[in-house]
């Protein structure tokens, strides 16, 4: 059964016990700095730390209430005794920016990939995090392999489902995972269609006019230095390319591959 909770969006109506609830909030890397950035980045206007502290505060607040649910949905299970043979799965759909490089409130751009999920199936294989409590799994993971897992802990038929691995095995994994989206809504800071890769170790994403990032995720979680330009990583680059050139297959609408940069 799916459950869906709206509270993290806007307009941020907290339940009535939250509505002053205090979180603290530290610096967010980032904000005010485009350094590296295309121009539908460099181009918006300069964003405050204060406007992103107070956005996170804002869902903070929204998402105690998830909390609770979260809890009755476990107390519930338990008290029905079929805790132990149900998989749960928490996730979001898509990050949120808190004013990094300027974007305030925005979703679909490439800083925005990570998202938050957990699992947990007591009865998951030997070996599976999804049956170790408090296990930090580092495998790359897409929304896609959910539907897998389900499927699999169901015991149904994957027929047809091209997509997507089985996370309560230990031994599956991925070395790199296509992003890509087409373009933001028009206005000023309008984002065109990208393609990119994600590897444990590098983001890169060329946009369809051409401009590129790279990111070396290990040094530089936050995507503050883009290394795109630098002569060093020319071979790393290259190979980012022939890797989005097979992936992207189809690309986004709007996107081209006709321009400089691959």
């Excluded at 974007?103 to 199936?121: C, Q």
Aim: overall charge positive; glycine content about 8%.
């Amino acid at each position: 059964r799916r459950v869906l909770f709206r509270s993290p969006h806007a307009p941020y109506v907290p339940a009535p016990k939250y509505s002053r609830q205090k979180f603290t909030i530290g610096p967010i890397p980032g904000v005010g700095d485009t350094t590296g950035k295309p121009p539908w980045v460099t181009d918006r206007k300069p964003v405050r730390q204060h406007a992103g502290a107070n956005l996170a505060r804002k869902q903070a607040r929204c998402l105690s209430s998830v909390d609770d649910n979260v809890e009755r949905i476990v107390t519930a299970l338990q008290q029905q005794k079929r805790l132990n043979n149900t998989l749960l799965v928490f996730l979001s759909d898509n990050g949120l920016t808190w004013g990094e490089f300027n974007i305030l409130g925005e979703k679909n751009y490439p800083y925005t990939t990570d998202i938050p999920l957990v699992a947990r199936w007591d009865k998951a294989p030997a070996g599976s995090a999804l049956s170790r409590p408090g296990t930090a799994d580092d495998r790359l993971v897409s929304i896609t392999d959910v539907t897998m897992t389900i499927l699999k802990a169901a015991g149904a038929s994957t027929t047809g489902v091209q997509d997507g691995m089985d996370l309560s095995q230990p031994s599956a994994s991925r070395s790199d995972l296509l992003i890509s989206a087409w373009r933001n809504r028009g206005g000023p800071g309008s984002m065109p269609a990208y393609c990119g890769i994600r590897t444990p170790s590098w983001l890169y994403v060329r946009y369809s006019p051409g401009f590129e990032e790279l990111y070396d995720l290990r040094r530089d979680p936050n995507f503050l230095t883009n290394l795109a330009s630098k002569a060093a990583l020319g071979s790393t680059l290259q190979h980012m390319r022939s890797k989005i050139r097979v992936q992207c297959d189809p690309a986004p609408p709007g996107y081209r591959w006709n321009t400089a940069g691959g």
